[in-house]
């Protein structure tokens, strides 16, 4: 069983960034993140794999938003520059064993972090 614990979302102007953290107790092979805004269906936002340190982002983030990772402190990163409120969602961090741009293909779900960006 593995714990994701998701932190460092925030209010912030469109143009700014924020930086969130998933933490996971246990060991993970594919870690992404997702999104979803009121009103809609979670999106894929960005996967990393631990084995190669791949990563694939969606259209809408590319060039935004950047995916790493510290392997000494278990934890994913996912720092997201010149925001836009089409940005605002509640964020969460997931893990598996596939590499995958759907969220079913995923085992393991932090609680979400909300992130607003105001225009």
């Known amino acids: 069983q593995v714990q994701l614990v998701e932190s460092g979302g925030g209010l912030v102007q469109a143009g700014g960034s924020l930086r969130l953290s998933c933490a996971a107790s246990?060991?993970?092979?594919?870690m992404g993140w997702f999104r979803q805004a009121p009103g809609k269906e979670r999106e894929f936002v960005t996967t990393f794999t631990s084995s190669s340190g791949s990563t694939y982002y969606a259209d809408s983030v590319k060039g935004r938003f950047t995916i790493s990772r510290d392997n000494a402190k278990n934890t994913v990163y996912l720092q997201m520059n010149t925001l836009k409120p089409e940005d605002t969602a509640v964020y969460y961090c997931?893990?598996?064993?596939?590499?995958?741009?759907?969220?079913?293909?995923?085992?393991?779900w932090g609680q979400g972090t909300q992130v607003t960006v105001s225009s």
């Open positions: 246990g060991r993970t092979y594919v």
């Open positions: 997931a893990a598996g064993n596939k590499v995958s741009v759907r969220d079913y293909d995923y085992d393991y």
